[in-house]
C-alpha cells in the first residue's frame, strides 16, 4: 500500500514540476516560430538553450540578462530587435566556433556573419542588418550545432 501511494505522489509531483516547465518552453518556442523579427531575448534564449546554458524553463528575458554576461560587447534590452549579424556574433560567442583571420583580429559582428556563410551555417540572402525570422533563427542554429558536433567528432 505505501509503495502504491508514494508511486501515486511521485507521478503527482512529476506531473507539478515537469509539465508546466514543458508548456513554458513549447510557448516560448511557438512565439520564437511565429515571429517575423527576432528579439535579443528571444535570440539569447534559442543560443543559451541550445548550449544547455539555461534551463528550459527560463524566461526570455532572463535568457537576456544571461548573454549580457557571456557576451558583454553586446548588451540590448530584452525586446529590442537582432540583425544576421548580431545573432551570427552570439553563435560564434556561445558555441566557440574558431573564426577566421579578420574575426580573430576583429572579433564582432560583421565577421561572425562572414564566417558563418562560409562555413555555411547561415544560408541564402545574408546581410547584416537583416532582420531574421524565428523559423531562420532556429534553421541557422540547427546548422550550428550540427557543424560543432561534427568538429568535436573530427577532433577526437
Known amino acids: 500500500m505505501k509503495k502504491k501511494k508514494s508511486l501515486f505522489l511521485f507521478l503527482v509531483l512529476l506531473t507539478v ?9 513549447n510557448d516560448t ?10 528579439t535579443y531575448g528571444a535570440a539569447s534564449f534559442l543560443v543559451l538553450n541550445g548550449a544547455g546554458l539555461i ?21 540590448k534590452s530584452p525586446n529590442d530587435n537582432v540583425t544576421l549579424s548580431e545573432y551570427a556574433w552570439m553563435i560564434m560567442t556561445v ?3 574558431p573564426g577566421g583571420l579578420l574575426y580573430t583580429i576583429f572579433p564582432g559582428p560583421r ?10 551555417i547561415i544560408q541564402d540572402v545574408a546581410y547584416p542588418k537583416m532582420d531574421v525570422p524565428g523559423q531562420r ?3 541557422i542554429l ?7 558536433e561534427e568538429a568535436q567528432n573530427e577532433n577526437m
Open 17 to 25: 514540476v515537469i509539465f508546466p516547465a514543458a508548456a513554458q518552453f
Open 29 to 38: 518556442m511557438d512565439t520564437i516560430l511565429a515571429g517575423d523579427q527576432l
Open 55 to 75: 534551463s528550459d524553463d527560463m524566461s526570455t528575458a532572463e535568457a537576456a540578462g544571461e548573454m549580457s554576461r557571456v557576451l558583454p560587447d553586446l548588451v
Open 95 to 97: 558555441y566557440d566556433i
Open 111 to 120: 565577421y561572425a556573419l562572414r564566417e558563418l556563410r562560409f562555413q555555411e
Open 137 to 139: 533563427a532556429v534553421h
Open 142 to 148: 540547427g546548422r550550428a550545432v550540427r557543424w560543432k
